[in-house]
């Protein structure tokens, strides 16, 4: 069985690009307003953070599908008391993984990151119309 793990230097480089992106995603509201120039900067940054982020967790829960697959988990849960060595470890990895990863901090980071952009939008937006 052939459980493939991303070392922990290239998972957190996913994780800090995820946080990078959506930082220049949410930047760009504010740069519009200062310097129109950067917020291609920004965008490319964002829009090129955001696939190689977005692959590389469409690629872990792809592992985790084909693990549970190869591995017939569903159905050895249904009798756990049958379970071979590959299947338990391969759900500790699944169930070890999950409970380790930084991707749910980054959600919290982008809804974060989105309700400050939106707020500074809005700001922006009102402080310009006054002017």
């Known amino acids: 069985m052939d459980i493939h793990k991303d070392t922990k230097p ?4 996913y994780f800090y690009l995820g946080v990078i992106a959506t930082f220049a995603y949410r930047i760009i509201i504010v740069l ?10 920004a965008w490319y940054i964002g829009t090129i953070g955001f696939i190689i982020y977005f692959w590389s967790r469409y690629r872990a829960v792809q592992q985790y599908h ?24 391969a759900l500790m990895h699944i169930v070890s993984t999950l409970k380790t990863t930084k991707a749910q901090l980054n959600y919290v980071i982008i809804f974060i990151l989105s309700f400050l952009a939106l707020i500074a939008g809005v700001v922006l937006d009102i402080v310009s119309l006054s002017v």
């Open 10 to 13: 290239l998972r957190l480089f």
């Open 32 to 41: 519009n307003f200062f310097e129109p120039a950067y917020v291609k900067v």
């Open 66 to 89: 084909e693990l549970i697959d190869e591995q017939r988990l569903e159905k050895a849960l249904e009798n756990p008391g049958k379970m071979t060595g590959d299947q338990k470890a």
